[in-house]
């Protein structure tokens, strides 16, 4: 894959948004997060990491914002949820979203965070929710083992945050272990071996993601 990181500061933070909008939506939903309301993100401290619309389902987005520790997250959406901007778009806004869900992760490849992706090619995303938080290692060094031995070794990876979402305006995912990775678009994804599925409470959900707007700032 010919991805790239932006040089802008790596954000070991990490919101997975996981987006639906209402039918033929998706791109005014883009247009205006990111021409109206990336700026004043921005310039509060939050990072966008990258904007992928999901192949087979034509109205669903992820998006990834990057922050450089909890406090930052807390100052900047603190900021920007107090901007004349958001109050003057926030109800477009909720209008454009029929659901909405919000993972706040760790960044554990790289491990000092990641920076914005710029990607020319196809991404395959990962979703798995293990049984209980302690498991998440080990499903992550397991996980990649076997990925990379199929030729996938993931280029980014998260896991649910333990911690107190401080930032009630962002209602994140609670109760739930998952973990994330990130990887090029290629052969087909090996099959879990038993260990690894009995950690989960589900199987693992596959995504294949195209840029839905190239990040250049």
């Keep these: 894959m010919n991805f790239a990181w932006m040089a802008r500061e ?4 990490v919101e997975f948004h996981d987006v639906r909008t209402e039918k033929f939506k998706m791109d005014k939903y883009l247009s205006l997060i990111e021409d109206r309301l990336a ?10 990491l990258g904007h992928f619309a999901v192949d087979d389902h034509p109205d669903r987005l992820i998006l990834l914002r990057g ?4 406090g930052s997250r807390r100052r900047a959406l603190t900021a920007f949820h107090q901007s004349p901007e958001w109050a003057a778009e926030r109800r477009e806004a909720s209008e454009l979203v029929r659901h909405a869900s ?6 554990i490849k790289p491990a000092d965070g990641i920076r914005p992706l710029r990607a020319g090619q196809r991404v395959v995303a990962l979703i798995s929710e293990v049984r209980f938080a302690e498991q998440i290692g080990n499903y ?6 076997l990925l990379r031995k199929a030729g996938l070794d993931p280029f980014a990876a998260f896991a649910t945050l333990e911690a ?6 962002i209602p994140v995912v609670r109760d739930r272990s998952q973990h994330m990775v990130l990887m090029a678009a290629g052969g087909p994804l090996p099959e879990l071996p038993r260990e690894l599925r009995g950690m989960l409470r589900f199987p693992p959900e596959t995504l294949v993601l195209a840029p839905a707007r190239s990040l250049v700032w």
Excluded: E, K, Q, Y
């Excluded at 700026?39 to 966008?48: E, H, I, R, S, V």
């Design 10 to 13: 790596a954000c070991p933070i």
């Design 39 to 48: 700026g004043p993100l921005l310039a509060a401290g939050g990072t966008p």
């Design 67 to 70: 922050f450089a520790d909890m």
């Design 102 to 107: 919000v993972s706040l992760t760790r960044a």
């Design 140 to 145: 992550h060094l397991w996980l990649r083992l």
């Design 164 to 169: 107190v979402n401080d930032v009630p305006a």
